[in-house]
């Protein structure tokens, strides 16, 4: 049996569908069993409550796990949750943990998102267990948050510039997890998980125009008023400074990499921005 933690988020419940579909028992791990109806009922997936916070409760929900998907919450204390992670799942007999980290993950990153990340792979390679690396770059998913501004008014906004980056669906990047987590021979890997293009934001916005036949505009704003519009949005300061610097790193032109992982070790055609924004057009025309 595999453990899936984040089931209820965006990689995780992904990840439990696809492994519940191909037949492999999962047990899910989850904050509140109560926020878990969309994954409860699935065949072969049993549900437990644990917390990042609470190793007692990870030591008990890793019992009888073999292979772990350890999806660290995007917070600012997620090398010591992963700490408590690692060290419940060498109390609990686990073999192998799959991390989900991040494109540019090193503990000598200038950025405390690479560095953060880069500190908990090496955490885990020196624990004695088998590991896995997935760093997957900016999940395309993150345009959803422009849902809003895009239906009713046709505009986005990033602090991006004219940067190419290679963003990539997340169900892609479930696809490459679920293979991981149910097949040998990752054991050691470190997976770089890109979409199949880098497209600039100015290239995105076409494609919206393309697909939902209305002029759709990238802003390009400044570090600044990045800034000021997400503390304005009530998001902590330390998120705004991490976020400023991640993207200073993709106008730096580091963000354009393409891999053929999604191919290779999930063995599917990776998804295009125009086939994620055709799935999502609803969302993008009336949210
Ligand atoms: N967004 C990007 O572009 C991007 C790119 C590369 C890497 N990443 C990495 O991806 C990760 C986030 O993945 P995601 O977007 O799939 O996550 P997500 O949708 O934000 O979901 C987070 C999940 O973690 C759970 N969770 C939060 N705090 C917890 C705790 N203390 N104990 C146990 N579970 C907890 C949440 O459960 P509840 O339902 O209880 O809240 C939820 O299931 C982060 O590590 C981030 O650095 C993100």
């Known amino acids: 049996m595999v ?26 791990l989850v904050r ?9 009922d699935l065949p072969g997936v049993e549900l437990v409550e644990g917390d990042f916070d609470h190793p007692d409760s990870l030591e008990a929900a890793l ?6 998907f350890m999806l660290p919450p995007f917070v600012n204390n997620m090398v010591e949750l992963q700490h408590n992670f690692i060290e419940a799942a060498k109390r609990a007999g686990t073999k192998h943990i799959v991390k989900l980290s991040a494109f540019g993950a090193d503990p000598n990153s200038p950025i405390v998102l690479g560095k953060w990340h880069g500190q908990s792979e090496k955490e885990l390679e020196a624990s004695g267990l088998a590991y896995t690396h ?9 345009l959803l948050a422009f849902a809003q501004s895009i239906a009713t008014q046709g505009t986005f906004f990033q602090p991006a510039a004219d940067a190419k980056i290679s963003n990539v669906d997340a169900r892609d990047i479930a696809a490459v997890a679920a293979a991981v987590l149910k097949e040998d021979g990752h054991e050691g890997k470190t997976y770089v998980i890109t979409g199949p293009e880098a497209l600039s934001f100015s290239e995105v916005a076409d494609v919206f125009t393309d697909v939902l036949g209305k002029k759709v505009t990238y802003v390009a704003i400044s570090p600044e008023e990045f800034k000021a519009s997400m503390l304005q949005w009530g998001q902590p300061e330390w998120l705004a400074d991490a976020l400023n610097e991640l993207f200073g790193i993709y106008r730096a032109g580091y963000g354009a990499v393409v891999t053929n992982v999604v191919a290779d070790v999930a063995k599917k055609t990776p998804i295009t921005v125009e086939q994620f924004v055709r799935d999502h057009a609803t969302a993008f025309q009336s949210a």
């Open 3 to 28: 453990l899936v933690s984040g089931a209820t988020g965006t990689n995780g419940s992904e990840i439990v569908r696809l492994l519940s579909a191909a037949g492999v028992p999962v047990r899910a």
């Open 32 to 40: 509140s069993k109560a926020k878990a109806t969309a994954i409860a």
């Open 63 to 68: 019992k009888g796990i073999d292979k772990a």
């Open 134 to 142: 997935l760093q997957p770059n900016g999940f395309l998913q993150n």
